[in-house]
């Protein structure tokens, strides 16, 4: 792998502050948007040598400056507020489906301007972002510096009711019908909920780019023109489903770096999805845990085989998926440990405990 190879680019608008509620009540206050998510991930995981370029705004009043993500990739500073929303978590998790919480934007900051991204080739971009602020030219102009864009439907299909100062209750708009349908040839995957599947058009969609569909505690199924597949998920104690989808794309694209193919990627996915959700807030890794999963990665991609990612991707999933898978489990299991550990209090400096998130009455 060459160094333009191990280039990245990861573009989104801002962090966020995420304001936590159950029944009426503020039982945390955290550092959220999918630039802390997906950096958090892409820095822990990534192979060695990997360059990560973070683009981010923020506001005079963003409160997690010193924090880790923010520290090491430092937003660019604008007039207006931090981006900020509050999620609004029920008490039934009925199904993996089913939507655990309602988010409304609070406050939006400036979106990414084409203008914003560095004047560099890179060999990966991921356009993720959570309000609204990835605009179409801007995608655009990524596609044009990036050998492969990831892109989190997220930051496409999100419209928000009653706009005024930036707020407003998120709902999603078909893909179809914005302007970033006509550029989804161009793209080389795109990831959506299982919430959201339904306004990407998964049929219409794959035909375009390989499509992976998150599905909550049950994995994830990728789609893609002629082919599909299920990759399984791994044991987790969800505390806080937030950051889930923004660090399953961050593992998947760590895979697809490490020489994956996009099958066993979305292992790799389905792992950092698995830990985000059992920690409040930004996930802190064990060192341990991840040593593990750089040793198994190591190990995968030294075997013979063919799915070594070019800008060819290879979708299928190789002879070392469920050995990989297997192995991913035993790291996974340490962070079910580090949880029961750090329980009840988190140890990533929020303002609410797992317990209160977890238990508090509506
Ligand atoms: N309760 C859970 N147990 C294990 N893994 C989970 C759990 N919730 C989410 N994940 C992992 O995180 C990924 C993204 O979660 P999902 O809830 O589908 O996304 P989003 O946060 O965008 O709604 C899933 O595909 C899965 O790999
Ligand atoms: O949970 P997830 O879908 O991966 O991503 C989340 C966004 O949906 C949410 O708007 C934001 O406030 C969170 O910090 C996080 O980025």
Redesign the pocket.
């Known amino acids: 792998m060459n160094a333009y190879m191990r280039g990245w680019k990861e573009r989104e608008r801002d962090y966020c502050h995420d304001v936590l509620l159950r029944g009426g009540r503020v039982v945390g206050e955290t550092l959220g948007g999918a630039a802390a998510f997906v950096s958090n991930v892409l820095d822990a995981a990534s192979p060695a040598g990997a360059s990560l370029a973070v683009v981010s705004k923020v506001g005079h009043d963003f409160a997690y400056a010193t924090a880790a993500a923010p520290a090491r990739h430092p937003p660019v500073l604008c007039a207006s507020p931090t981006t900020s929303f509050h999620a609004r978590f029920s008490d039934d998790a009925a199904s993996a489906h089913a939507p655990d919480r309602q988010l409304r934007r609070v406050h939006a900051c400036d979106p990414i301007y084409p203008a914003d991204l560095p004047d560099r080739r890179f060999a990966y971009g991921l356009a993720v972002g959570v309000a609204g602020e990835v605009l179409p030219e801007t995608l655009e102009r990524m596609i044009r510096l990036c050998r492969a864009v990831l892109v989190d439907a997220?930051a496409l299909i999100r419209a928000f009711d009653g706009e005024a100062k930036g707020g407003g209750a998120v709902r999603h708009v078909a893909l179809e019908a914005t302007p970033y349908a006509r550029l989804l040839p161009r793209v080389a995957f795109l990831k959506a909920?299982?919430?959201e599947a339904p306004y990407v058009g998964v049929e219409t969609a794959r035909r375009r780019c390989c499509v992976i569909v998150?599905?909550?505690?049950d994995?994830?199924r990728l789609y893609w023109d002629g082919g599909e597949a299920r990759v399984a998920?791994?044991?987790?104690v969800?505390v806080d489903?937030t950051g889930?989808?923004d660090s399953?794309l961050a593992g998947f694209a760590s895979g697809l770096l490490w020489g994956l193919s996009a099958t066993d990627a979305a292992l790799l996915?389905?792992f950092f999805?698995?830990a985000?959700?059992s920690q409040v807030g930004v996930p802190t890794f064990d060192p341990k845990m991840l040593q593990a999963v750089k040793q198994i990665l190591e190990k995968a991609v030294k075997r013979p085989c063919t799915h070594i990612n070019g800008n060819t991707f290879t979708f299928q999933r190789s002879s070392i998926h469920d050995e990989l898978h297997k192995s991913l489990q035993e790291a996974a299991m340490l962070v079910c440990e580090q949880k029961q550990a750090n329980s009840p209090a988190t140890d990533n400096g929020d303002v609410c405990s797992i317990n209160e998130l977890t238990s508090l009455p509506s």
């Open positions: 997220q909920s299982s919430e998150t599905e909550g505690r994995g994830c998920p791994f044991p987790a969800q489903p889930a989808g399953f996915g389905n999805g698995a985000a959700v």
